[in-house]
């Protein structure tokens, strides 16, 4: 897999040296140390790591960044490994730098509203932890309680909650990093607007190719004095897309706006009991939050456009015991879906909204043509499809059948004036999406910004951006007379 | 001033070179026509450019940036030429390129609450034209009526209401740029998340150094239900800051949060009679929108909580009228000011909230120390100052003292943990104050993204990001034995 820096390591030096810069139960090199760490939450895609470093302090990361940089090895930052696409995928050849030592939240200031945690800091922790001052931080990802604020940044992630607060991007507000060369960069600021360029945004979704996120300061809000959620059941999905756009329409943000399609709807209902109604085509459930006023003005005008809408059930939860158990289910649609199949494959993509009916039946015909189930689960007021791939890696050929299918999903995205993802990331999974996604000349300048953080391309090298041979060979970009457009680029 | 691009560039040469591109019209190259391009909203700073061209294709534009590219002649992109901090002042040695020919609304999608503009149309004419659609866009600078959207793009403007919708950054959803070298690059899409680096975001607030904007897909807000705007009068300017605080801790998003000290009221009410008490040390302006529901019980809350702030009035505006006469005393404020003195210096810069009246404070003992009255105008709301200097240039020395005066209140933002710019941008202004605000490091980083799209260091040179060897001459760098800490960036 691995086509760069591939010049011999001295494994054994490497070790060595590592040793010299932190504890030797900080450095994992036995096979079966490593083994919890081939994959991440993209399981399709595994590498074994030359080493493994935990380390334990910003000299002891600062440290192996330099000897790293010297020795021009790969390294590959990696959080709490939750990720979907393959983004802290180890390099045979590299150093798997995991934050996981670096889990304290350092400072909450409840008056600036900002938390600064260190990078390794489960996502719903910080939500613990501010409760006490009545904030929270908004992004909330489905593996919220495992995953890491610092892969968060790294994956730009978002969640049921980012239709109305955003992505993480929109939820921070500082990051300190160390660039390759272990160099302690701070970027960001405490005002709506930073002078200089916006290196925050840049690094926010760079996918751990730019520098290694030691600190991030985090926005918090306020909870919200109340929150309610409707769950209404549709006789066909196409009429819960449209009424998605009807909510949208009348100028209502709800905090959430998800959808699940008959598959996925029957799986969480059989696995978390939701209350869930078991003969609809779709539902929706949509969650309303403000004051008390604001939830009571917009849970009726919900009610009533679900109703013009064509539901053929619209449901407030009673109280918070009910909101909760709604939720359970979407919350569980994954490891659901996961129970009625031997494996999954969860995509990732976004659309226009108003594309929605469009996209699920052009999904519903290459569902019958790959002859493969998909379970349907969307973010779906920000046009964000999760469409989970039913198949069983053990029956020759069904792997590679489920990668053409999603691939196929996600150039669908594309040619709807989509994006090939909505909050997972490219990693390796949409790497060769990225030639349908981008022209050459962006891909290109894409590499020039890599190139003004990481010039030796050490950093999680072959993720997120592909390479122009790799487009050329995937058949995505026009190569004229054997000669790619930007022969300069040739070594990236 | 020009330090950079100094060989000699054949003028006349030029000119018939840019009379080939486009109609001799479109070439202006007279004395008395380059005049009225001399310098922007700062016109403290003034030059010449050696050609001032008005293209009216993408395609002229493209030429004129390839000639230039090929010539290494050093180029600005202009558009309405109202910003505040010499961002579009001209190159001696170069081209200034006007966008203002580029004034077509493309296309209004009001289903996805988008609109396609050029980068010459003005603020105010986009909300105008998306009105019967029942919806706006939100970033609204004081100038709106003249400034266009490429400029709002290039100095990532705010305004009044960025308090709660943000910045320009966080309103426009896709950019299609030429680069220096005349390629054309789309950024940004439709969804939440983009795959790639987040060049979206770096290019809004890049102050025309890294690309110029030939079109922005702007997004469209629905217009609220109602506005409603309170004004709260202070007989100490410390209580009304503290009362900023206090409505935000509150859990209150107002829609605008707007702050005048005695100087500003009085001069803003002597010219726009907008019935501001006139006795008062500090005024709040305090809009809040949403729905009616929303709106009644936010301006009841804010009521009460102004009066227990130590407000020694509050008013509600009785209707659409006096709403309008409120904001108009506020909008009026910069001219209101050039009324009472022959010239005035507007700074921009953004505090912690919490460190208002500190700030303020200072602001008072630096003004007696230089001699030189201050009026105060915020967004208060978000810790963005605007302290207006009032001095009188046709007297020996006050401009050097009132800029010593600007750089020394910049500074202070900075100490207190703010930024040297809101929403104006740094161009030739605060060169010398980012390197206060950013260590070598950080600005070597600048720069490295620079060279990313401009590796000539054609575009705007001298903006925006000081050379290192400019912060040792300014005194704000450490310099070992007259050695720069990044030798290699000597020549940016």
């Known amino acids: 897999m691995s086509t760069l820096n591939t010049h011999a390591v001295d494994k054994q030096k490497l070790i060595k040296q590592l040793q010299h810069i932190m504890p030797a139960r900080a450095v994992l090199h036995q096979r079966e140390d490593l083994r919890p760490y081939e994959c991440d939450g993209l399981s399709a895609y595994r590498e074994l790591p030359l080493v493994t470093v935990l380390p334990e302090t910003l000299e002891q990361v600062q440290a192996v960044l330099k000897y790293c940089y010297q020795h021009e090895i790969p390294v590959v930052a990696r959080g709490a490994g939750t990720g979907l696409s393959g983004g802290a995928l180890p390099h045979a050849d590299g150093v798997l730098l995991s934050l996981a030592r670096f889990s304290q939240i350092i400072d909450i200031d409840a008056e600036r509203r900002i938390a600064r945690v260190q990078p390794g800091v489960r996502n719903l922790a910080i939500s613990q932890v501010a409760e006490k001052f009545g904030l929270y931080y908004a992004p909330d990802p489905s593996s919220q309680i495992a995953c890491s604020i610092g892969g968060n940044v790294a994956e730009n992630s978002g969640g049921v909650h980012c239709l109305k607060y955003g992505l993480t991007v929109h939820n921070i507000q500082q990051l300190t990093l160390l660039t390759i060369e272990g160099e302690l960069l701070s970027i960001g600021g405490g005002g709506l607007d930073c002078a200089g360029y916006d290196l925050l945004a840049l690094l926010t979704g760079s996918e751990g190719m730019l520098g290694v996120i030691v600190e991030v300061t985090v926005k918090l809000l306020p909870i919200p004095e109340r929150a309610q959620v409707i769950l209404a059941a549709f006789d066909d999905v196409a ?203 962006e891909l290109s300048q894409f590499h020039a910004i890599k190139h003004a953080f990481d010039e030796k391309a050490l950093l999680n090298p072959g993720k997120a951006v592909p390479t122009l041979h790799r487009c050329a060979e995937f058949g995505a970009m026009h190569v004229h007379k054997g000669e790619l457009p930007f022969p300069e680029l040739e070594r990236f």
């Open 239 to 441: 009429k819960a897309g449209a009424a998605v756009g009807d909510i949208i329409s009348a100028g209502i943000i709800p905090a959430g706006l998800e959808m699940m399609d008959r598959l996925a709807i029957q799986a969480a209902e059989d696995f978390v009991h939701a209350g869930y109604p078991a003969n609809a085509e779709a539902i929706l459930l949509c969650e309303l939050d403000g004051t008390n006023e604001e939830v009571s003005s917009h849970v009726a005008e919900v009610r009533e456009i679900l109703k013009i809408s064509g539901a053929t059930e619209v449901r407030t939860a009673r109280d918070a015991a009910e909101r909760a158990l709604f939720w359970a289910g979407r919350k569980a649609a994954f490891p659901a879906v996961g129970r009625i199949s031997p494996d999954y494959y969860c995509m990732d993509g976004t659309i226009p909204r108003k594309q929605l009916p469009h996209v699920l039946k052009t999904i519903a015909s290459l569902s019958k043509e790959y002859d493969l189930p998909v379970a349907n689960v969307f973010h779906a007021g920000d046009g964000n499809l999760h469409p989970l791939i039913l198949y069983d890696a053990n029956k020759p050929g069904e792997l590679e059948r489920t990668e053409e299918f999603g691939g196929k999903i996600l150039e669908l995205c594309v040619e709807v004036g989509g994006s090939i993802t909505g909050e997972h990331g490219v990693g390796m999974e949409k790497i060769n999406q990225m030639c349908v996604q981008f022209k050459a000349l």
